[in-house]
């Protein structure tokens, strides 16, 4: 078997190594460009996260608007 060793990798030591590979040949200075984007992207995400809970909360604060009425009625 030409590949018989991959069997003893686990997990971890292949995330090891595929950073390894990616600094040796995706070069150095793209990781600070893949920070960043990430950075980014983490960002926006938390932002849009927290419009839809305010949306949310403002629509519940409608639909309770919408209902007092009606139980002052009955």
Do not use: T
Request: hydrophobic fraction near 50%.
């Amino acid at each position: 078997m030409v590949f018989g060793f991959l069997q003893n990798i686990g997990p971890w030591q292949l995330v090891i190594c595929l950073i390894v590979a990616f600094v040796l040949f995706g070069g150095a200075k793209k990781i600070p460009e893949l920070a960043k984007s990430l950075g980014k992207a983490k960002s926006e995400f938390k932002k849009g996260l927290a419009e839809g809970e305010k949306e949310a909360a403002e629509a519940e604060a409608a639909a309770k608007a919408l209902d007092e009425p009606a139980k002052e009625l009955a």
